[in-house]
Nanobody, 124 residues
Framework: QVQLVESGGGLVQAGGSLRLSCAAS????????MGWFRQAPGKEREFVVG????????LHADSVKGRFIISRDNAKNTVYLQMNSLKPEDTAVYYC?????????????????WGQGTQVTVSS
């Protein structure tokens, strides 16, 4: 079992920044990829960004390339999402996800544990 707890969400103006954190406990964190997904009201959950077990490889959705940065600290069992140049269309509940393997993928079927989500609201 893996428990994931996100934090850092909130309200920010367009153009601003937020940093999300996801603390993991349970199964060996450092062996698995981690990902961030989001779900806006009335829309399906979508992949945002993923990171491999070591932090040396990342995968981004086109909509966040150049703006969002994922990182991890395996000593702290924590993954981070630095979100810059935020836009109103980034408004969503953001979910942290634990990978089934060591590599990141965009499909949610490649993730087996999920956090409860944290709300990010970007005002125009």
């Amino acid at each position: 079992q893996v428990q994931l707890v996100e934090s850092g969400g909130g309200l920010v103006q367009a153009g601003g920044s937020l940093r999300l954190s996801c603390a993991a406990s349970g199964r060996t964190f450092s062996s698995y990829a981690m990902g961030w997904f989001r779900q806006a009201p009335g829309k399906e959950r979508e992949f945002v960004v993923g990171i491999n077990w070591s932090g040396g490889r990342t995968l981004h959705a086109d909509s966040v390339k150049g703006r969002f940065i994922i990182s991890r600290d395996n000593a702290k069992n924590t993954v981070y999402l630095q979100m810059n140049s935020l836009k109103p269309e980034d408004t969503a509940v953001y979910y942290c996800a634990h990978g089934r393997t060591s590599l990141p993928y965009s499909s949610d079927s490649n993730y087996d544990y999920w956090g409860q989500g944290t709300q990010v609201t970007v005002s125009s």
